[in-house]
């Protein structure tokens, strides 16, 4: 996806992204520029809560890949965002009950 499509994608969703989206406009870690040896600890503290929010988001995700409807990707269309939606859905009940 490019830089463009990215930020189009989720309009003015606020998106927590890895490194690999660099100049998209979205929220991605901060970097050392060349020269310098480490970085402000406000970036540092920035980058520690952008990993704890990613590994979350990433956790739920290699959770909802367990269902075999996500795992094997047969939709078409926006079937996918259909069943991810219910999935995710579904899962915040179980976990509120």
């Known amino acids: 996806m ?3 499509r990215a930020k ?4 003015t969703t606020t998106v927590i992204a890895d490194s690999g989206y660099r100049g998209t406009g979205l929220i991605i870690p901060h970097r050392r520029a060349p020269g310098q040896t480490e970085l ?3 970036k540092e503290e920035h980058n520690a809560s952008h990993r704890k929010v ?3 988001v ?3 995700f290699a959770r ?3 269902w075999r409807i996500l ?3 047969r939709l078409r269309g926006d079937g996918i965002h259909h069943a991810m939606l219910g999935i995710a ?3 915040n009940l179980a976990l509120s009950g």
């Open 2 to 4: 490019g830089a463009v």
């Open 8 to 11: 189009d994608a989720v309009g």
């Open 40 to 42: 402000p600890a406000w």
């Open 54 to 56: 990613r590994a979350r």
């Open 58 to 60: 990433e956790r739920v």
């Open 64 to 66: 909802m890949k367990t």
């Open 71 to 73: 795992r094997d990707w």
């Open 89 to 91: 859905r579904l899962y």
